[in-house]
């Protein structure tokens, strides 16, 4: 299928279609089954999205326990004495879905999943490292790197790790029947997730990583932590491969930081060095790929919609319009030839 671009004309207009999209695709879905499979990203990007969200299901016209979520990651280190102290602190990606989307609905989600990278010690984590060199490896480039554990270990805490936190977290996915729409931002690297850009394609697991320093960095700009030296160095993440086996993957992505990493992982064949860019073959294999992008980041692809086209792009140019977007005009759930429902 198409890599499909709806270029919005602002952040609340890209947010709005976002919704009408994932809120299409749950009717449809959901008219032929009990459960719906959500995937959930923290961050700037995906919160006007959960504003529609959290809106239209207390108004009843979605019933979140009919929905399963999986959220795609969460740090490892977060300042606390304990795994609750961990979870509940303010950068925690738990603490951020609550605040913008769970605690909101006046009806819970059927279940709510995340990585459990707060129950894991940060400080006991390097320590059965640093003591068990030959029980892990290190996998990626100089932007990021995943740490992998032998199932082997000799260490019985890097095997919990493994066992219990992060196949586990795979386990559940496989079990709930995958996840029917996952919805990602973009790092300033084109990563997707914690799956940083240096970290290969293979990596199929839920994701150990240990944070790069542009990551730190960049959590310190963005405001979450007041120091880098208050910054976790470790996370949990799904992988790029993971993301990537959804039924549908709603991409957003807005403003000037957005505009390279969305450009490269387009008009750049894939690479680790973009995760994201690994879409590419996710659609070519028949996935559902949609690109919802404002207009600062859509007029860099407008520019170049021929060369897009020849890679099998689709752009959808609505910025200029100004009218709420139909969602007939994408219809990414759809067969555009019979117009029939297309059942993953």
């Known amino acids: 299928m198409?890599?499909?671009?709806?270029?919005?004309?602002?952040?609340?207009?890209?947010?709005?279609?976002?919704?009408?999209?994932?809120?299409?695709?749950?009717?449809?879905q959901l008219a032929i089954k009990d459960r719906y499979v959500l995937g959930l990203a923290t961050g700037t990007s995906p919160?006007?999205?959960?504003?529609?969200?959290?809106?239209?299901?207390?108004?009843?016209?979605?019933d979140p326990r009919r929905i399963r979520t999986f959220n795609l990651d969460e740090y490892v280190g977060?300042?606390?004495?304990?795994?609750?102290?961990?979870?509940?602190?303010?950068?925690?990606?738990?603490?951020?879905m609550t605040t913008e989307l769970f605690g909101l609905l006046s009806r819970p989600f059927a279940s709510i999943d995340l990585p459990l990278g707060c129950v894991i010690d940060q400080d006991e984590l390097r320590s059965e490292l640093r003591a068990h060199p030959d029980d892990w490896r290190e996998r990626g480039g100089d932007s990021g790197r995943a740490i992998v554990i032998s199932r082997k270990a000799h260490s019985s805490y890097l095997r919990w790790v493994r066992s219990e936190i992060?196949?586990?977290?795979?386990?559940?996915?496989?079990?709930?029947?995958?996840?029917?729409?996952?919805?990602?931002?973009?790092?300033?690297?084109g990563h997707v997730a914690f799956h940083e850009s240096g970290i290969p394609w293979s990596m199929s697991s839920t994701l150990l990583v240990r944070l790069d320093d542009n990551t730190v960095v960049n959590a310190v700009a963005d405001g979450y932590f007041p120091s880098a030296q208050q910054v976790p160095r470790f996370a949990t993440s799904m992988s790029a491969k993971q993301v990537?086996?959804?039924?549908?993957?709603?991409?957003?992505?807005?403003?000037?930081?957005?505009?390279?990493?969305?450009?490269r992982s387009l008009l750049e064949p894939p690479s680790a060095d973009v995760p994201i860019s690994y879409?590419?073959?996710?659609?070519?294999?028949?996935?559902?790929?949609?690109?919802?992008?404002?207009?600062?980041?859509?007029?860099?692809?407008?520019k170049h919609r021929r060369q897009l086209k020849e890679r099998g792009v689709q752009i959808l140019d609505r910025h200029r319009r100004g009218a709420k977007l139909r969602v007939a005009d994408i219809l990414f759930y759809r067969d555009i030839a019979g117009g029939c429902y297309r059942n993953r």
Request: aromatic letters at 10%; hydrophobic letters at 45%; a positive charge.
């Open 166 to 189: 992060l196949d586990a977290y795979d386990r559940k996915i496989r079990a709930a029947g995958g996840i029917d729409l996952q919805v990602i931002g973009v790092g300033g690297r």
């Open 2 to 28: 198409p890599v499909r671009v709806v270029v919005a004309n602002d952040y609340d207009q890209m947010s709005e279609v976002a919704f009408e999209l994932l809120h299409a695709d749950l009717k449809a």
């Open 279 to 302: 879409g590419q073959q996710y659609a070519a294999a028949g996935g559902n790929l949609v690109y919802v992008v404002d207009y600062v980041v859509g007029k860099e692809l407008i």
């Open 47 to 62: 919160v006007g999205l959960y504003k529609h969200f959290q809106y239209a299901a207390n108004q009843g016209r979605i």
């Open 244 to 263: 990537f086996r959804a039924r549908t993957v709603l991409l957003l992505a807005a403003g000037s930081r957005k505009v390279t990493p969305i450009m």
């Open 78 to 96: 977060l300042p606390g004495d304990n795994a609750q102290a961990r979870t509940l602190h303010p950068a925690s990606y738990s603490y951020f």
